[in-house]
Every structure is written in C-alpha cells, then in structure tokens.
C-alpha cells in the first residue's frame, strides 16, 4: 500500500511564523503535490514536483515555496504566515507522467490555523 | 482557462436508490479524467478512472461525454457507507500542472 505521511495533523502557528509543513511517501513516486482545500474551494493546487530539486507553481503558490531535497520528502514552507493561509493542506504522490495523469495518493491532511 | 463545475448537493437519498453525479468541464484539451471520494474529515481517495469507452465497477459505473464536457459517475442500489463527497478530478495535459479538481458533490445516503 502506498503510504503517505504528513508532519502533523493538526498545526497552530501564528502572523509572521515561518512554518514548515512536511510530506513522506514511501512507494518511490516522481510526482508529489501540495495542495490547501477550503470550504466552498474545494481543492486549489499550490506546488508540485516531478523530480528531485523540480518545482512547478500551481494556481496559488503566492505566499508558499516548496522544497524537494530527496525524493521521498516534498515541503511546504510559508514563509510568513498570514491568517488568510489558515486551512487543510493535503499533500499527495503519483506515479511519473504529467501532473494529473496518474492517480494521487493523498496523505491525511495538516490542518493550520494561523492566529 | 480551467474551470469544473459539479453540483455541490447534497443529495438525500434513500437506501438501495439510483443517483447520478455530473462534471462539466471547459477545456477541450482534456485527457485524463477520475472520480475521487471524501469522507468527512479524511483525505480523497480514487474510486475510479473514466475512460473513453465508460467503465463499471461494482454499483458504481463512470462515463465520459467529450461531446457535451462531461463526466458522470452513477450510483446503484445505493448503500449507507456511500455517503461522502465526490471530487471529479482531470488533467488538461500539455505542460506541466494543467490539473483541476472539482469542488465535489455531497452524498447522503438515509436509511
């Protein structure tokens, strides 16, 4: 079974932290995305990865940056967090190919409040 | 531009009902399309691909209409455990990121 980890489910940062959300998946997989989903938005992509040390910007990476050292590991860094970034961040994995191809693999979700 | 329009619901329905869920979708340039369900508080995972030819698993059976813009999950003998949300979910192809999710429909299933 593919298994997704994600640092931590439940986060409470304040304005101005810099906060580092982390991401693991175990099945060898290229593709890795983050992703925020909020009530009303659904699922918006905000980075993703193909490869090691590869970064693409999604629809909403203002405010993120993303880091993606070994293959198995895919972070999310807010480099200053702001109340507006409170929300579910889900990361996910899949297969090579275009992003979107192959099924994702979700990990459990962190959700950050940002006081 | 990337738009997927679903009816957020929610669907009430009785045990053992029929119900169907639609995706519309804008871009032609569409190519791989998948249905995905949530349950409350989890994360989402595949229920199943859509393919070209439609494809039925279980209850569950997923057609695409290219003609229209559509995708559409059908749901049979409907079960308690069913209820959740569904996400449509579809790559655009070309570069890199071209992939949307929908904002899902909710399921309800009522003894």
């Known amino acids: 079974d593919v298994k997704v980890t994600q640092s931590s489910r439940y986060l409470v940062k304040r304005t101005g932290e810099k906060v580092f959300l982390e991401c693991v998946q175990d099945m060898d997989h290229e593709n890795m995305f983050w992703y925020r989903q909020d009530p009303g938005l659904g699922l918006r992509l905000i980075y993703f990865s193909y490869d090691v040390k590869m970064k693409e910007k999604g629809d909403i990476p203002e405010g993120y940056s993303v880091s993606r050292e070994k293959k198995e590991r895919f972070s999310l860094i807010l480099e200053s967090a702001s109340t507006n970034q409170t929300s579910m961040y889900l990361c996910a994995s899949s297969l090579p190919g275009l992003a979107g191809e192959n099924e994702q693999f979700f990990g459990p979700g962190t959700r950050l409040t940002v006081l | 531009r990337k738009e997927v329009e679903q009816d957020p619901g929610p669907f009430n329905v009785p045990e053992g009902a029929t119900v169907a869920f639609n995706c519309t979708y804008s871009?032609?340039?569409?190519?791989?399309f998948f249905w995905y369900r949530q349950d409350c508080r989890k994360e989402p995972k595949l229920l199943m691909s859509?393919?070209?030819s439609g494809n039925e698993d279980g209850r569950f059976t997923a057609q695409l209409n290219r003609a229209s813009q559509y995708i559409s999950l059908l749901i049979r003998d409907s079960k308690l455990s069913d209820s959740a949300t569904y996400l449509c979910?579809?790559?655009?192809?070309?570069?890199?990121?071209?992939?949307?999710f929908g904002k899902g429909t909710k399921l309800s299933v009522k003894p």
């Open positions: 859509v393919y070209s």
């Open positions: 871009n032609s340039a569409s190519q791989s």
């Open positions: 979910h579809m790559n655009y192809g070309g570069s890199q990121g071209n992939l949307i």
